[in-house]
């Protein structure tokens, strides 16, 4: 039931995507929203579900990564209602409430916001087409965007970026089952990343910078410790990554005046995140560390304007506040427009709703399957190696169905599935998701490209060849 609602919900996003896209040639402009929500975690969507409740129809320009931090959490056990879930299913669940609810989500990021008049303007992007921007004017406007993960800045880390340094666990920690990791941090988002890399890992490491841990969830570290195959390294920090060029294999660490290095085959960071705010640091009130002031419940010093979740929220940082604020931030806004009653136009577009993609990609099932779709292939197979928890795989599923269909003929597309098809990740060192290889009709793999965005750009070249 779930994996069909989420479906649904990416076939609506696409469809309002393209009814708010602009064309090639320059920017369009839509008339006044009454609310644009800007972010698509958990604050941003129980707004949308509250204001579509409501009878205002809500924008949400959700970014690049649909579900927030959220969604990378492995295991949620302090959700009301859920005695434990991932944090993947959680947020399917409130994201398809906010569509059937009504909400109108884009898959786009926001690159500038002028709040200095009203309509405020709010100008965004498609998240896999630069090209392609448009304004959006709004009476109203809830910030949702999060907050991002630090980077060490050691020798190694950028090199080894996606090849075996990553931020989330969830994402990349299938990669390494049976296999050697490091979790870099001393607090709660390290205690997690390690708990569901034990689950998959020979070894898992936590290299702690200090001489305790600073957890609040004592009882997710004390399970930790008794578990065989984790061991805490205090005292000690990572000078530099060190790898074959296309793996890691060796951390350095300085413990005690001293250089040992450690042997592992893939680094986790989970050393906190900045507020995601440079859009709005000038135009609203912020504090020292880049946290957007809100005073009276999420309201911020522009009238109208509201922060919800970890862009407010130095201290908590917990999904059931970020939903609290979400509900508030949806309930002022709502007062605040009954103050100035605005056309709610966004309504218009649900009537024009229609299939935006086909489904001719083929989703393959074991090696047997593969090696008979790559031997009837007379075209190019271009083999999309994707899992089912990593956002960035979600976001490009429903745009290979749209090549599917354009590039028939000329190009065959598959998919794996890394979990249920672990013997062709290890045969093409899939290390980073999601990756496209490309196999010529015979059967030599002729190129590679790693992420959404390198991939959807090497496509629209061939469909430019076509």
């Not at 369009?28 to 009878?55: C, F, H, M, P």
């Not at 709004?138 to 880390?157: D, Q």
């Not at 354009?406 to 980073?432: F, H």
Request: aromatic fraction near 8%; include cysteine.
């Amino acid at each position: 039931m779930l994996k069909t609602s989420w479906k649904k919900a990416l076939a609506f996003t696409l469809l309002t995507s393209f009814l708010f896209s602009s064309p090639a040639s320059g920017q369009e402009k839509n008339d006044a929203q009454s609310v644009v929500i800007i972010g698509g975690g958990v604050g941003a969507l129980t707004s949308a579900i509250y204001l579509a409740r409501s009878g205002v129809i809500p924008i949400v320009i959700e970014g690049k990564m649909p579900g927030g931090a959220l969604s990378q959490s492995p295991k949620v056990q302090n959700w009301p209602g859920e005695f434990e879930i991932s944090g993947m299913d959680l947020m399917d669940k409130i994201r398809s409430q906010a569509i059937q609810n009504g909400a109108i989500f884009l898959q786009e990021e926001v690159t500038d916001v002028d709040l200095s008049k009203h309509p405020f303007k709010i100008t965004s992007r498609d998240v896999y087409d630069p090209s392609k921007t448009h304004v959006l004017e709004a009476e109203s406007c809830i910030i949702a965007t999060g907050s991002e993960a630090k980077r060490l800045h050691v020798k190694g880390e950028s090199e080894y970026w996606s090849k075996g340094v990553y931020s989330c666990a969830i994402c990349d920690g299938a990669l390494y089952k049976g296999k050697t990791v490091a979790v870099i941090g001393g607090g709660d988002a390290a205690l997690i990343e390690a708990e569901y890399l034990s689950l998959i890992a020979k070894k898992v490491y936590v290299i702690v910078r200090k001489s305790t841990l600073r957890a609040n969830e004592k009882q997710r570290e004390a399970m930790l410790a008794a578990l065989p195959n984790v061991e805490f390294v205090f005292e000690a920090e990572i000078q530099e990554i060190k790898g074959s060029g296309d793996a890691v294999s060796q951390v350095i660490l300085a413990k005690k005046g001293a250089l040992s290095p450690l042997d592992v085959d893939g680094v986790f960071l989970a050393i906190g995140s900045h507020p995601n705010s440079e859009l709005f640091a000038k135009q609203l009130h912020v504090d020292p560390n880049g946290y957007i002031k809100v005073t009276n419940d999420c309201e911020t010093s522009i009238p109208g304007v509201y922060a919800v979740g970890d862009i407010a929220d130095p201290y908590f940082k917990q999904a059931i506040s970020a939903a609290g604020d979400g509900a508030k931030a949806a309930l002022k806004a709502h007062n605040y427009l009954l103050t100035a009653p605005k056309p709610q136009i966004a309504a218009s577009h649900s009537s024009k709703k229609k299939d935006s993609y086909s489904g001719k990609v083929i989703e393959i099932t074991n090696y047997e399957h593969f090696q008979k779709e790559i031997q009837e292939a007379n075209a190019l197979v271009l083999v999309d190696f994707y899992a089912t928890w990593c956002g960035p795989c979600r976001q490009l599923s429903p745009k290979l169905e749209e090549f599917a269909k354009d590039l028939q003929g000329k190009a065959k597309i598959l998919k794996v599935n890394i979990e249920s098809c672990e013997d062709l990740a290890m045969l093409y060192q899939i290390r980073s998701m999601p990756t496209l290889v490309v196999i010529d009709n015979s059967g030599k793999q002729v190129g590679r490209k790693i992420g959404a965005k390198d991939i959807i750009d090497y496509i629209k070249t061939l469909q430019v060849k076509r």
